[in-house]
């Protein structure tokens, strides 16, 4: 079983940035594709960015693309998201996921673990 815990979300003002991690723990996930999604309220849950197991494949959102960096370091058992230029729209609960695949994923039922969510607010 694995367990997923976000940290590093907050509150930011518009054109700020946040660096949320995912530390993943139970087994590894070194050889499992990563992403993360969002729900803002009211809202469903979106994809937002995936990554491969090595890392060599990204993809984004068309709404955070340019703006947002998916990265993971194997060795920690964690997955990054670089949030640069943040807008109150971005604001969310964002999700770290994991699915036993090695490529990329990007909808919610191809993930078969999930973190608890850690909040993201950005004030106008």
């Known amino acids: 079983q694995v367990q997923l815990v976000e940290s590093g979300g907050g509150l930011v003002q518009a054109g700020g940035s946040l660096r949320l991690s995912c530390a993943a723990s139970?087994?590894?996930?070194?050889?499992?594709?990563m992403g993360w999604f969002r729900q803002a309220p009211g809202k469903e849950r979106e994809f937002v960015a995936a990554?491969?197991?090595?890392?060599?494949?990204?993809l984004y959102a068309d709404s955070v693309k340019g703006r947002f960096t998916i990265s993971r370091d194997n060795a920690k058992n964690t997955v990054y998201l670089q949030m640069n230029s943040l807008k109150p729209e971005d604001t969310a609960i964002y999700y770290c996921?994991?699915?036993?695949?090695?490529?990329?994923?990007?909808?919610?039922?191809?993930?078969?673990?999930w973190g608890q969510g850690t909040q993201v607010t950005v004030s106008s």
């Open positions: 990554i491969s197991w090595r890392g060599g494949s990204t």
């Open positions: 996921a994991a699915h036993t695949g090695r490529g990329i994923r990007v909808l919610l039922r191809e993930f078969d673990y």
């Open positions: 139970g087994r590894t996930v070194s050889s499992y594709g």
